[in-house]
Every structure is written in C-alpha cells, then in structure tokens.
C-alpha cells in the first residue's frame, strides 16, 4: 500500500502517518524529518536547507525530490506514507513519472482538511522532543511527566510570523497539487477536525476500499 498524506502545516499528516505506520506496518516517509535531521547533524544538505526551513519557505525541488527518491527506494518501494511529499505540482510530475516506470503506483493521496484557525491553534501548541523528534499538542497530547521537560522544544518555524508565511506558501503553491491528483482520480479528502481516533477511523475506512493493506 503506498499513499501520500497531504494538507497544510499542522493538519496532522505527522500524527496520523505514525499511527498508520505502528497499526497497519507501513514505512513513514516525512520529508520534513529528513531534513530536520541533516540540519540536527550540521550536515552539507543541513546547511544547505536551513534557511529555507526556518524562513517558512519551501526547498528548492530538485533537492526534495533527491531526498524522496531516497527514502522510497532504501525501503524497497512497497508499501511506504509520504508525508509532506510532493508539495509541488513538479514534485508530484517527477515522481509521478518515477513511480510509474517502476511499476509502483501510489494507490491513493489522502488530504487533510482542517480550517485555519484550527491549523494556527495546532501549530502555535505543538512541542518537539528534541532527540527522538516525538511530537506533542500542549492540550491535546501533552509531553508525558516523566519527559524531562528541557528536551520539549517549539519548533522554530513553528512561531506565529512563520506560521502565517508558511500558511500563504501552502495556499500558493501546495494547494495546486491536490488539483492535480483530483484529475487523476486519486484525491481522497478527508475530514481531519476531531479527534486523533476519529480522524484516524475516517482514514483507514477511506483506503482500504482503495487497496489491501
Ligand atoms: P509540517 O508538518 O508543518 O507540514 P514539515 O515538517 O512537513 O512541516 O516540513 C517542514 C519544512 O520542511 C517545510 O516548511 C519546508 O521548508 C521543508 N519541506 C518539507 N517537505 C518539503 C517538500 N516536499 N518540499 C519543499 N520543502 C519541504
Ligand atoms: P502536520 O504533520 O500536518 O504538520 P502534526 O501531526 O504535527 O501536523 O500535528 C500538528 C499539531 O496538532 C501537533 O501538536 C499534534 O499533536 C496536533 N494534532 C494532530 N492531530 C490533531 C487532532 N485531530 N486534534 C487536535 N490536535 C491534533
């Protein structure tokens, strides 16, 4: 089974794509982990990337794209979430054509909707642990007391000037892909307010009548 879990920052792709993974064994891709990650490690890409990520704009496409070919082929191509890929309509053409010529389709593109004011409350209160990269809501899943508490960091585009640019980068040029996979025939919209169980039940139900899995 091989989807792509799509919406805006703070729509909970992050959230529902771990639960996916843990109950129904599917390898979770998150372009935006990988490249936390390498600016963690102060890496060449690291470097490269930071002031992208941290100014609330996207990473040039070539870049990303190398970064998802990876992750998709060191996991061998069956049964993988992409989270946060493609956020691009050339992110989505390349692989698209890639995905085709090795005969490994995505089955189905998953997109969240949640409105604003709830994208910015979701945002404004999630927390990082810094060395596993859990994520936690201040109300809705707050870090378990026995986390030692120095470790629970805001992300840094995660403040509120960065979250309006990155609200405004979605609506330019993100949203344009969910057009793309809406002509394929692939686009599934889900409801994603409510809780994590319910969002999650709404998921499941929608792809298994796209696929086995
Ligand atoms: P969120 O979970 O808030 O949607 P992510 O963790 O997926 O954000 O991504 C964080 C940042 O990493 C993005 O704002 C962007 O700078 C970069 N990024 C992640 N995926 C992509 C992508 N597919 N294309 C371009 N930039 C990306
Ligand atoms: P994304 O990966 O799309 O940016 P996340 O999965 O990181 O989104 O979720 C953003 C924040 O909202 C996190 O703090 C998460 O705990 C919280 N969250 C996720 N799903 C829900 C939900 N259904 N209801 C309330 N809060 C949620």
């Given at each position: 089974m091989r989807i792509a879990l799509f919406g805006p920052p703070g729509a909970g792709k992050g959230t529902q794509a771990k639960l996916l993974v843990k109950r129904e064994g599917l390898t979770h891709i998150s372009t935006g982990d990988i490249i936390r990650n390498a600016i963690r490690a102060e890496s060449a890409l690291g470097q490269e990337v930071r002031g992208y990520v941290e100014g609330g704009q996207l990473v040039p496409d070539d870049v990303v794209w190398k970064l998802a070919k990876e992750a998709i082929n060191a996991q061998g191509n069956d049964n993988f979430i992409l989270d946060g890929y493609?956020?691009?309509?050339?992110?989505?053409?390349?692989m698209e054509e890639y995905l085709e010529g090795i005969d490994r389709p995505?089955?189905?593109f998953v997109s969240l909707v949640v409105p604003d004011e709830q994208l910015v409350d979701r945002l404004s209160k999630r927390r990082i642990h810094?060395?596993?990269?859990?994520?936690?809501?201040?109300?809705?899943?707050?870090?378990?007391p026995d986390v030692d508490a120095s470790?629970?960091?805001?992300?840094?585009?995660?403040?509120p000037e960065?979250?309006?640019?990155?609200?405004?980068?979605?609506?330019?040029?993100?949203?344009?892909?969910?057009s793309y996979y809406r002509e394929k025939g692939m686009?599934?919209?889900?409801?994603?307010?409510?809780?994590?169980?319910?969002?999650?039940?709404?998921?499941?139900?929608?792809?298994?009548?796209?696929?086995?899995?």
């Open positions: 493609p956020r691009t309509v050339k992110q989505a053409e390349w995505l089955h189905a810094a060395e596993t990269g859990d994520t936690y809501h201040l109300e809705h899943k707050p870090p378990p470790l629970i960091k805001q992300r840094a585009d995660d403040k960065k979250v309006r640019e990155r609200l405004s980068v979605y609506k330019e040029e993100t949203q344009p892909v969910e686009l599934v919209e889900i409801n994603g307010e409510g809780t994590f169980e319910e969002v999650y039940e709404r998921i499941v139900h929608q792809i298994k009548e796209r696929a086995d899995i």
